[in-house]
């Protein structure tokens, strides 16, 4: 969970300054730390896969919809940055881990994330990484709706990932 505070804090405060080298440099020490031997867990890979790609159509559209504007993006800037992508990564790599408790309690799961993730975005508004344009309170709303949905998904896809490899191993 550390690693995962220090990618947040070092992304967020890179986007802010324009120092869009942390995010990737801190995503690779993260990565090298879960996927040492000992420590990986089967379906890690995968899940920064699903991950990465909720986290590029659920922010590209926030950002779409008007609720919200990142900074330090790319060329493409009406499209979720490279920066918030390493967080959604990094938060994979917490599924089978620091998260793991979590995989048998989605109704927990979805409400942590309905109240923790606007939250999030409000201090990395507060760090001046993201500006939450929006006049209305409903991309709070959104927000949380989309991530009480994202999170428990990610959650249970890891737990089917197991299963699906204990049945793999059991069949030989």
């Known amino acids: 969970m550390l ?15 324009q120092l869009l080298f942390l995010a990737p440099l801190l995503m690779i020490g993260f990565a090298f730390w879960e996927f040492r031997p000992g420590r990986h867990v089967y379906g890690d890979f995968q899940l920064i896969l699903v991950a990465v790609l909720i986290g590029l159509i659920l922010d590209t559209t926030w950002v779409r919809l ?37 995989q048998s309690r989605l109704v927990l799961a979805a409400l942590l994330a309905a109240v923790g993730s606007p939250l999030t975005y409000l201090a990395a508004a507060r760090f ?28 249970w896809l890891a737990n089917h990932l197991k299963h699906l490899k204990q049945e793999k191993e059991a069949d030989v």
């Open 3 to 17: 690693w995962m505070q220090v990618l947040w804090f070092g992304s967020v405060i890179g986007a802010a300054h």
């Open 66 to 102: 008007g609720w919200l504007e990142f900074s330090g993006g790319w060329a493409l800037s009406e499209r979720a940055p490279l920066w918030i992508l390493l967080l959604w990564a990094g938060l994979a790599l917490t599924i089978n881990h620091s998260l793991a408790w979590l």
């Open 128 to 155: 001046g990484a993201v500006d939450i344009v929006s006049e209305s309170r409903v991309w709070c709303v959104g927000l949380a709706l989309s991530w009480a949905i994202a999170l428990p998904l990610l959650l």
